[in-house]
């Protein structure tokens, strides 16, 4: 029984093709990966956050705000619909909560 097992891993093994060598992209240039960098996020005022990326590298990004009723209900968040490849990306909290935290989310696209 144990010799079928091995035989069926070998076989596996031959049939997937694991015996090849995976390298890493030895390369520090992050503008090759697609992803959004340099990225911040703030408070603007008590319902709004804003943030951005210094470099979008073919990706995009947008900010999310974090929200908070004030008559102590579950936090919500709160995202603009646009993805941003430049510039500032602005969100508002929904009315009747205010601002309490932020967060970039980015996409390689």
């Not at 069926?8 to 503008?31: K, M, P, R, W, Y």
């Not at 209900?73 to 990306?89: D, H, I, K, M, Y």
């Amino acid at each position: 029984m144990k010799k079928l097992a091995i035989l069926l891993v070998a076989t596996a093994i031959a049939i997937i093709g694991l015996n090849g060598t995976a390298t890493a992209n030895s390369t520090s240039d992050v503008s090759v990966m697609g992803w959004p960098s340099g990225c911040w996020h703030t408070k603007l005022d008590a319902t709004t956050a804003w943030g951005g990326c210094d470099h979008s590298n073919g990706g995009s990004y947008k900010v999310i705000a974090f929200c908070f009723p004030p008559d102590g209900g579950p936090t919500v968040w709160a995202e603009p619909l646009a993805w941003q490849t430049r510039g500032t990306s602005v969100a508002s909290c929904p009315p009747l909560t205010f601002y309490s935290g932020s967060a970039i989310k980015t996409r390689a696209s």
